[in-house]
């Protein structure tokens, strides 16, 4: 949220824009910022003027992002071994020889490049009476890592003016314009490098079809239609964006009884508008890498959310009692919608050229779309606290969202919190600084789901229409399932803990346990043939999340010249599932045929399911005498554990292979100073989670791919019997890709997230601050996981599923933060 | 000031209180699927067009089709090259598992046809209630038969792939679609030989060229008799054939290659064929399916001239055709790799395999697609009349002495196909000579593997493949359907 708008995400803030973030969790903190807070909620506040003097700060660095962790590939002699071995077997297959080849490419190398990034903001803040002021600019330029026109650049103006009228009024205006333009480069091209064999050079004057550049193709050697080019894909992908995102606030505050009632009305927006466009220019590189025609795509969207609010706020004090009473309302309105239109044909001499109307008039295309959806609420808060000692909130709110067909849902919370060292007796604990105990409870509704999902639909549009006589009859099919009602998410939060300081506020932190019960939980789950549809929308059960939060600082100064903190935080999460809607169990994720996770009760959410591997046939003769019978076996094959003892593997031995949900969460924060320096270093990490790594698993479409060198360097083979990798000729086998504990793998990880150096001068001249650092953002990760990155996201019951091939950055900068 | 604070509350309030008009918002860009307006005769239509839509699903009638249905057959090979699409390359040699994902995309894209012509189904009463006149609620009932008859087509495929799969035939929950359990053989049988039954009286015998392609009373009876066929019912095979035959309505081309070109599309041999065309546009919404891209030429050029290359004739099948003698048939079935076609097309020597699907072949001059169009507007045949000859030819053979509408002998049924083969006649054809001319005639047009299983011989022509009785004569449940629905039970020999 940032200055009372509700935003998606704040990539559109320049961190010098920022004044202060603030993270509310617990269910009565939260309350009051509604139906997007259920998860939680963080407040980010933009620079507002202070002080008479106008203050003028520069903030600004410049640096250079590295790809790193690019998983190595095979090279091409070692995929001429792997590709040999895992068609021994094959009938009709001429065992390859490298020397046929011309080329042993690293694909990822030939796309990366060390890229520039840049970001300067200027702002201007003070106060002059009754009126503050904070205007500000700043510039952002990144480039991407692919070596390809590829960027993004953003402008931001922003300007927050607050007024007092008189004493009665006070007026206020926040104002964020920010205006961007991408180059948007082809993450195909990384996937493309991931699966293509290495066999073969970028360029070749020989291959005579390719025009007008003569890339290489894998055609050349004989590779299918799934694979092309890496860079030639890079190469003629042209598709850029720009846009406008406005962030409008402005308020109105009467003060109807001098501190005793106040009433304010606010409207806040997000506009977004962009224009896409993706051209395509007339090439052929081989076998499907190429157009007949030149083709133009251009998209015109909008995006826009509103929010009225009106608030009135009662409140009084008699003796060391205080108390406030708040009644409020809240409209949202949120839209979105494009417009596409496509042309082929389209001449490529330039960017003025590339107009739909500079097309073929034939095979013009236009489509387009939209997303609405509308919320009321009502709510109201009452605060009672005694001599700032005991601490009481209550609230009461009435939501109503159009996502559900239960419009309303009513939701109260409650906190409450004692300040212990504020209390006589504990005057003898003179070491303890603070210490104050909280708890809260609440019912929070989550409307974050998909709008409008959960109804019947007629399905439009070419899919949807028969073809009589060579031509398409206008058809109108609809899914028969019935659609679920759907109900409010209700999340069910209690929370207690402790915040303290010691030691002359050397140490100090806050302990809390949480227990968060998600009921009516919203997501798309797959449902059984038969309906016209692969998944449905419902509320499919609860699920809960508890665990213990620990943060803890500790500041220490050593002498006059230095000082150093130290800062830690951990989390524990607890995840479960404790309940589901009709049904013992959610299948997620199908990868090659089989889902490959299982929501059940008394599991973790989206747990991975699959075979145990056992472990691997030695040889021939080893796996033919095992009586254990399973779909195949060989020498190099996986051996699946037989859970329930009946000498057959089938889908009952199938068992939990654990969650994509850490048990622990956590970082840790260093710093020292010693008189103008400073060094920083933060640390961040996670345990106990799985990933699947399902991008290995892709061997049914890309048989004769390229391995990732990891594998080479493992699988078992005849002179070298592993025990946990199979073989190059079994890991093609369908039976072997699918859901195991070789897949699934250990997500675990501590990443330096930042080091920072920097050093303050003050009163240099005219500059009466000046701070210069130098700092490496993600300079390193360590993990076991044998792929790009650890971090995988996903959806509620197929999380932790990672196709993802792009490359991690480390970001090395210098920059300069100074104020007049 | 007081006041004015306190009429902005109220105003806001107020603002609020149109809440319900507020709140129940339709999603954009959509339109309710029920609330078609069934008092306009020209919505009748609309979910029929859209259940024939489904018809043109990839895993119905493309890759997955071609696999389950010739690949599996002593006709075809899996054609490519040796290490590409190793799940077709199971379907090829009969070692396919449970988590074959093209054996789980049949079922889904079946089950799809199903759930379109459920819906249609169910519209057409609400249209009949709804319009009063007469010839209008005749074109519900009419229409209603041709979403029973594509209903049971899609269940004669599912039967024929799987043996036991739920009937679905309403509109259910996920909870009941997730609990429901499996008709075995006869009551899917049953079930589809009702709704021909009911469909057939209904439905037209043709209709004007602007809508080639509908389902009409000959494909229902058509497709009736090959279901009564697959149950060995030789007087109802008879029956059947023997009226389409009378009908006069259809008869076999002169000319063999005529059959499969883009000319002969919904000819007078065609009872049922799924239509796919690119509308003469190069881009935009998929109008068409890639039946024939998947078995055009791998590595061919120019680009439009060039498929995937799957399901390649046989050997066994190239041998068959040239110890029959046979030129005719052999010279549209086969397209071999260094050749000219008579269209002037070139199979250029660089390509991977060295025969290619011949029956799918569409020239170069059709394919406009902007990029690799091979036969977006090639049409699947997938009933043709020299399969009703044939039908009737063996149900004859078979000891069927009944009288029917046609009145022929299985020697007058079978040598009307022969002729057009430039083969010679002949007199008291034997069964197995009717099934090789079924194998001659229908080659790579997806009906062999299942003759095969339908007549036993499968175990001893497809031994060599890999096949294994008591377990291939069916594909197992997928693996992703039984996850989805405890209550299937796997089928015999796959655990």
């Known amino acids: 949220m940032v200055d009372g708008v509700f935003v998606d995400n704040i990539d559109f803030l320049s961190s010098g824009d920022i004044e202060d973030l603030t993270v509310l969790k617990d269910a009565s903190s939260a309350a009051i910022y509604g139906v997007r807070a259920a998860n939680g909620v963080i407040l980010i506040t933009t620079k507002k003027g202070t002080s008479e003097k106008p203050v003028i700060n520069y903030d600004g660095y410049f640096g250079y992002q590295l790809p790193v962790n690019i998983l190595p590939m095979a090279t091409r002699e070692q995929y001429i071994e792997l590709v040999n071995e895992a068609n021994i077997n094959s009938p009709g297959y001429v065992p390859r020889e490298a020397s046929d080849y011309p080329a042993s490419t690293d694909w990822y190398q030939e796309l990366v490049r060390p890229a520039a ?4 903001t200027l702002d201007i803040s003070g106060s002059a009476g009754k009126t503050s002021y904070s205007i500000g600019s700043s510039y952002f330029f990144q480039q991407g890592i692919m070596d390809i026109k590829n960027d993004f650049n953003r402008y931001n103006f922003r300007g927050r003016l607050d007024q007092t009228v008189n004493k009665t009024v006070k007026i206020g205006l926040n104002s964020l314009l920010s205006k961007y333009g991408k180059h948007i480069p082809n993450d195909g091209a990384f996937f493309g490098a991931y699966v293509n064999p290495p066999l073969y050079s970028i360029y070749d004057e020989n291959n005579t079809v390719a025009y007008p550049v003569r890339f290489a193709s894998p055609q050349q050697y004989g590779f299918g239609n799934q694979y092309g080019n890496p860079v030639a894909a890079a190469y003629y992908y042209d598709n850029l964006e720009n846009g406008i995102q406005m ?12 501190d005793k009632l106040v009433y304010k009305i606010s409207y806040n927006t997000d506009l977004n508008y962009y224009n896409r466009r993706s051209y395509t220019p007339q090439f052929h590189v081989g076998g499907s890498q190429g157009v007949l025609k030149s083709s133009l795509s251009k998209t015109s969207g909008n995006a826009t959310r509103q929010i009225i609010d009106n608030l009135v706020t009662w409140s009084g004090s008699s003796g060391k009692n205080n108390f406030s009473l708040m009644a409020g309302q809240s409209t949202r309105i949120e839209k979105t919608g494009f417009l596409t239109g496509s042309a082929v044909d389209v001449p490529g001499f330039d960017e003025q050229s590339k107009y739909i109307v500079t097309g073929s008039f034939s095979d013009r295309n236009a489509t387009d779309g939209a997303s609405a959806f509308n919320g009321l609420s009502l709510f109201t808060r009452a605060t009672y606290n005694y001599s700032d000692k005991y601490l009481l909130t209550l609230t009461f709110r009435a939501d109503a969202s159009s996502k559900y067909q239960q419009k309303w849902g009513y939701f109260p919370s409650l906190g409450l919190g004692w300040v212990i060292s504020d209390e006589l007796f504990m005057e003898k604990w003179e070491k303890l600084d603070f210490l104050k105990l909280r708890g809260s409870w609440g019912l929070l509704g989550n409307d974050n789901v998909p709008a409008n999902s959960a109804v019947t639909l007629g399905q439009t549009g070419a899919g949807s229409s028969a073809i009589f006589g060579d031509r398409l009859v206008t058809g109108v099919g609809a899914q028969t399932v019935v659609q679920n009602y759907l109900e409010w998410e209700v999340v069910n939060e209690f929370d207690a803990g402790l915040d303290f300081a010691l030691f002359d506020y050397t140490l100090s932190g806050n ?43 500790l500041k220490k100064k050593i002498s006059d010249f230095s000082t150093y903190n130290i800062g830690l935080n951990v989390t524990t999460i607890g995840n479960k599932v404790t309940k589901l809607q009709g049904r013992d169990y959610i299948p997620g994720a199908l990868v090659r045929g089989n889902y490959t996770t299982r929501t059940q009760v008394g599991e973790p959410i989206g747990s991975f399911y699959g075979f145990e591997v056992d472990r691997v046939y030695e040889s021939q003769s080893e796996a033919f005498l095992d009586p254990q019978s399973q779909a195949v076996k060989g020498a190099g094959f996986f051996r699946y554990k037989d859970q329930n003892g009946d000498e057959v593997i089938n889908e009952s031995d199938k068992v939990f292979l654990g969650s994509p949900v850490p048990w622990l969460i956590g970082g840790i924060d260093l710093g020292f100073s010693y008189r103008n320096f400073d060094i920083n270093l933060a640390l961040q990490g996670q345990y106990g989670n799985k990933i699947l790594n399902a991008k290995r698993m892709n061997r049914d479409v890309f048989v004769d791919g390229n391995y990732d060198k990891d594998f080479y360097e493992n699988r078992w083979s005849p002179e070298r019997i592993s025990s946990d990798y199979p073989s190059a000729e079994a890991y093609n086998f369908s039976f072997i ?12 990880y501590i990443r330096i997230q930042n080091v920072q150096i920097g050093y303050n001068i003050k009163d240099l001249g005219f500059i009466p601050t000046l701070r210069i650092y130098i700092s490496a953002q993600r300079p390193y990760t360590f993990f076991t996981y044998r792929g790009f990155t650890p971090e995988v996201g996903g959806s509620p019951i197929s999380s932790g599923i990672d196709n993802s091939v792009y490359p991690m950055q480390s970001i090395y900068t210098v920059g300069a933060k100074m104020s007049f | 000031m ?6 902005l509350i109220v105003l806001a309030f107020v603002s609020t209180t149109g809440c319900e008009d507020f709140l129940d918002i339709r999603p954009e860009a959509t339109v309710p699927s029920s609330g078609l307006d069934y008092t306009k005769s020209e919505n009748i239509m609309l979910p029929v067009s859209a259940a024939y839509a489904k018809l043109r699903n990839y895993g119905a009638h493309a890759f997955p089709y071609i696999g389950a249905f010739e690949i599996t057959s002593d006709n075809a090979d899996k054609g490519s090259t040796p290490e590409d699409n190793p799940p077709m390359g199971e379907l090829d040699n009969f070692t396919y598992e449970p988590a074959n994902g093209l054996i789980n995309d049949l079922w889904i894209a079946y089950f799809d046809i199903v759930s379109g012509a459920n819906h249609a189904i169910h519209q057409m009463p609400l249209f009949e209630a709804a319009l009063p006149n007469a010839s209008d609620k005749l074109t519900t009932r009419q229409c209603q038969a041709e979403a029973k008859t594509l209903r049971a087509y899609a269940y004669f495929n599912l039967t024929r792939l799987f043996g036991r799969v739920p009937i679905v035939d309403t509109t259910l929950s996920s909870e009941e679609l997730a609990s429901l359990g499996q008709a075995n053989t006869s009551q899917l049988y049953d079930f589809i030989e009702k709704d021909l039954a009911e469909a057939i009286p209904l439905l037209p015998a043709s209709y004007t060229r602007e809508w080639a392609g509908r389902i009409t009373r000959y494909t229902a009876m058509g497709l009736k008799a090959k279901v009564h066929l697959y149950q060995q019912e030789w007087d109802s095979v008879v029956t059947l054939t023997g009226r389409i035959i009378a009908s006069g309505r259809y008869g076999l081309l002169q000319n063999f290659r005529d059959v499969f070109s883009i000319d002969g599309e919904n000819s007078r041999e065609s009872l049922f064929e799924i239509q796919s065309s690119t509308l003469g546009r190069s881009t935009g919404d998929q109008t068409f399916i890639e039946y024939a891209y998947v078995q055009g030429p791998r590595g061919n050029n120019p680009p439009g001239m060039q498929g995937w290359g799957f ?30 076609t008579p269209e002037g097309d070139s199979i250029q020597t660089i390509c991977s395999n060295p025969v290619y699907n011949g029956k799918v072949y569409t020239p170069l001059i059709y394919n406009k697609w902007n990029f690799n169009g091979y036969g977006f507007d090639h049409n699947i045949r997938i009933l043709r009349y020299s399969d009703i000859l044939l039908m009737y030819a063996e149900a004859r053979v078979r000891g069927v002495v009944v009288q029917d509408e046609a009145g022929l002998s299985a020697d007058d049924a079978v040598n009307l196909v022969r002729q057009r083969a430039g083969l010679t006649p002949l007199s008291g054809a034997t069964l197995q000579q009717i099934l090789d001319e079924r194998r001659a ?31 291939n004569e069916l594909f197992p449940i997928p693996a992703a359907q039984i996850q989805l629905n405890g209550n299937l039970t796997q089928n015999q020999g796959y655990n």
């Open chain 1, 117 to 120: 990034i840049t970001n300067h």
């Open chain 1, 247 to 258: 962030v409008f606030s402005t308020y109105a505050e009467f003060n109807l009884i001098p």
């Open chain 1, 511 to 553: 302990v809390d346990y949480y227990y968060r019960l998600t009921n009516n939980v919203v997501f798309f789950a797959p449902i059984a043939t038969g309906g016209g549809a692969a998944e449905l929308l419902g509320n499919n059960g609860s699920v809960l999340n508890q665990g213990i939060e620990l943060n803890l600082t």
């Open chain 1, 737 to 748: 890709q699918q859901s195991n504990d070789f897949f699934v793998e250990n997500g675990s």
């Open chain 2, 2 to 7: 007081k006041k004015k604070g306190f009429i």
């Open chain 2, 311 to 340: 399901c390649t004739p046989s050997q066994d099948l190239i041998s068959f055709f040239t110890a029959r003698g046979e030129e005719v048939r052999p010279a549209t079935t086969l397209l071999y790799r260094g050749t000219k």
């Open chain 2, 441 to 471: 005639e229908l080659a790579l047009e997806e009906d062999r593997f299942f003759d095969l299983i339908r007549t036993a011989r499968a175990a001893n022509v497809l031994s060599g493949k890999g096949f294994m009785s008591g377990r």
